[in-house]
């Protein structure tokens, strides 16, 4: 049975899962050779041979040593929900060969994932490179079908996921992390996507809309400059009556309150300037509207001359009934010395009129923040809380994607292997289990596959663990933790237990808990030290026995 979740858009409390977010996942969202090899397997009798395919990536992303897995959610989705509608049988035939045979058509319209198991990484899991996040067993033809929607499920997701945990890294635990991204993404179903998966790699809210509805991530947000350059003046506010927090009464001109703090902050700073009137007419309407929620964007003319005198006149108002305005966002400039002044603003304020908590009020920062960004904002020293990052994040500019690859393994019980001039797309054969092995200290030393018969590593026994390829790198470990990395997700006809999809919160706690995991010198930013992938003694022989095997013989002339 699945998880219970009443969270919104989960998997309804009968044991049914329901489709993909995406309505455009279908199984039609594939490449055309699927469906080319498809007929081929079915006219050559073939189809219903039983194949194992392995996905995995063949490298880290951004330059890094870690990944975080994402996606797997999604794929059950859709072959728990696989079906070919006569419409998407009537648009195959069209695109395939007129020789076709209809027989082939009647069978696609029967086929489901009824016989097809799924073995995954729990979604939300460090990962590495050629450990398969993915086995999937079943009749090849279905399987095949399987290739593309898997693969561009899983590509994306895991990408910015890891992108996500990348940049609460470098930004550190103590901080906010919001994602503005939707504005710039590729496409709706690149920003919603990428409202998920930065949630998983530990970002704490979005301005997306449509994400927090769907999977109900926490939503953050206030207002443009666009609304602070749409005031001219305080004359356009027309109901200027604020009721008291608790209720008691009502301030009939909150207006007037606002000008008298102005000129008392004017006072006390020395500062005689006029600050932007439209601005203050703008923070003084939001306030009103959201006198709970009242953050202000403070750079639409100057930071300190103007920006930041508003905010304070209009959040001091707020407090003289009852309120706590929340902070300001910067969105331009050199964050690191505004936020140091505005911090030093409003703790002036504080100890000025007695108002107790003012200089703490949250600095948020926006503006194209990347990885590098904050990693120099770290090193200049800031006094930013929360960070709003977008395009950098959501786009994972600094990488295209992740390289996700699907290559069968074994067909009908016999091992296959893909060979490459360049080893390291050389594929490891056969069905495999795979083990992550923990050392004294706590930390994961090694993640090591068998073969599916082999006897898994046993706690205090040592083991030794080879690199799949590299004869001279090998060494030995005696494990103090054992953890079985794949668990059946889609049982097929096979009567397995099936592992339950939790909810969405579960898969960001495990991302953060297993990153927190992880040794330090895996996870820093320059330089990481390789986290070793291995395969056991006779796995690394059978690979190399079969790699003789089925190469070609040169024969010198």
């Not at 799924?118 to 033809?141: C, D, M, Q, T, W």
């Not at 301030?251 to 932007?276: H, R, Y």
């Not at 898969?507 to 330090?520: A, K, S, T, V």
Request: aromatic fraction near 12%.
């Amino acid at each position: 049975m699945e998880a219970k979740d009443n969270g919104p858009n989960q998997r309804p409390s009968n044991g049914t899962i329901n489709g993909p977010t995406n309505p455009m996942v279908t199984p039609l969202l594939n490449d055309l050779y699927q469906f080319t090899m498809a007929y081929a397997y079915w006219k050559a009798g073939k189809h219903q041979e039983r194949a194992v395919f392995d996905l995995y990536f063949r490298k880290n992303p951004f330059g890094g040593e870690y990944t975080v897995f994402s996606g797997l959610e999604e794929c059950i989705r859709f072959i728990a929900n696989f079906k070919l509608t006569d419409d998407e049988i009537d648009f195959v035939r069209q695109s395939l060969s007129p020789a076709c045979e209809d027989a082939f058509f009647d069978y696609l319209r029967g086929l489901d994932c009824s016989d097809v198991e799924v073995y995954a990484i729990p979604e939300g899991s460090v990962v590495f490179p050629k450990i398969p996040l993915l086995r999937v067993e079943g009749p090849i033809a279905v399987v095949q079908l399987l290739e593309t929607p898997f693969v561009n499920l899983i590509n994306f997701a895991s990408l910015v996921s890891t992108n996500a945990a990348r940049h609460r890294k470098v930004a550190g635990k103590s901080k906010t992390l919001l994602e503005f991204g939707l504005r710039r993404a590729q496409g709706p179903d690149g920003g919603v996507g990428a409202s998920k998966y930065c949630y998983i790699g530990g970002f704490d809210a979005t301005s997306n809309v449509a994400a927090g509805k769907l999977f109900g991530i926490p939503l953050r947000g206030t207002h443009s400059h666009a609304f602070v350059s749409s005031y001219m003046s305080l004359d356009e506010i027309t109901d200027r009556s604020l009721r008291r927090k608790d209720g008691s009464s009502t301030c009939e001109d909150f207006v007037s309150l606002v000008q008298t703090w102005l000129s008392k902050i004017q006072l006390f700073n020395g500062v005689f300037g006029e600050t932007n009137q439209s601005e203050l007419a703008a923070f003084t309407s939001y306030a009103l509207a959201f006198p709970d929620n009242f953050l202000a964007l403070v750079d639409t003319y100057d930071v300190m001359r103007s920006g930041i005198p508003n905010f304070c006149a209009v959040a001091l108002a707020l407090g003289d009934l009852g309120y706590k305005a929340v902070g300001i966002r910067l969105d331009s400039g050199d964050l690191a010395y505004l936020s140091y002044e505005s911090r030093k603003f409003f703790c002036s304020i504080e100890n000025e009129f007695g108002v107790p908590g003012f200089g703490k009020l949250i600095i948020t920062a926006s503006n194209d923040l990347n990885e590098e960004t904050l990693d120099a904002l770290n090193k200049q020293g800031h006094e930013v809380d929360a960070f709003g990052i977008g395009t950098y994040l959501v786009t994972c500019y600094a990488q295209a994607a992740l390289g996700v690859v699907f290559k069968l393994v074994e067909i009908n019980n016999q091992p296959r292997i893909k060979l490459s001039e360049d080893v390291s797309k050389v594929s490891i054969p056969c069905k495999k289990r795979s083990y992550r092995l923990y050392g004294k200290e706590g930390y994961p030393l090694v993640d090591i596959m068998t073969g599916e018969n082999e006897p898994p590593p046993k706690v205090g026994e040592r083991i030794l663990c080879r690199h799949p390829f590299q004869e001279s790198k090998r060494a030995y470990v005696v494990p103090q933790q054992v953890e079985e990395l794949l668990r059946c997700y889609w049982p097929g006809y096979s009567g397995k237990e099936r592992e339950t999809l939790p909810p969405l919160k579960e898969i960001r706690e495990r991302c953060i808990n297993q990153l927190e995991q992880m040794r330090p010198d895996h996870m820093r930013k320059l330089n990481p030290t390789p986290y070793k992938v291995s395969v056991s003694a006779k796995l690394y022989d059978f690979i190399h026995f079969l790699w003789l095997n089925e190469a070609p013989v040169g024969e010198l002339q």
